[in-house]
């Protein structure tokens, strides 16, 4: 009987105590607080990079249709078509931070990019993104 004993005062000794349990979730919760937060941040430094990378991309193909054109493109009238269509793009570049590929003359919600023309108030020409909150991207 008294081997019965020590096999159960055995058996009891090996499991973890529910302070040891609450000890080892609180210690992941705080790490697991630490860490989220960096993932987010990597992620939106993904996607500035990457639409920093497709407006050098849109602009430099777009300087190539002036280049042959003598003119620009008419992206606010037509969107992307005169660069589809003359083998400059294959297709609608999407926007990575507002998933829309319209293009229109000023900064708004569901607006993936801006085409603006020289006119008396605004003297810079040229092609922006428009970041999720409808602002236009800061680069």
């Given amino acids: 009987m008294n081997t019965l004993t020590k096999t159960n ?29 960096q993932f987010s941040n990597a992620a939106d430094d993904a996607n500035d990079a990457a639409v920093r990378s497709q407006l050098q991309t849109l602009r430099g193909q777009i300087e190539l249709y002036r280049a042959q054109n003598s003119g620009d493109p008419d992206l606010t009238g037509t969107g992307w078509t005169d660069m589809i269509d003359g083998n400059y793009l294959m297709s609608n570049p999407s926007n990575p931070l507002t998933s829309s590929a319209t293009v229109a003359g000023s900064a708004a919600a569901g ?25 236009e991207f800061s680069e």
Avoid: H
């Avoid at 302070?19 to 919760?29: A, P, R």
């Avoid at 607006?111 to 602002?135: E, F, P, Q």
């Fill in 9 to 37: 005062t055995n058996i009891i000794r090996r499991g973890f105590t529910l302070i040891e349990i609450l000890i080892v979730v609180v210690i992941l919760g705080i790490l697991a607080a630490v860490v989220v937060p």
């Fill in 111 to 135: 607006v993936g990019w801006v085409w603006r023309d020289k006119s008396a108030t605004n003297t810079t020409k040229g092609l922006y993104a428009v970041s999720a909150d409808g602002a």
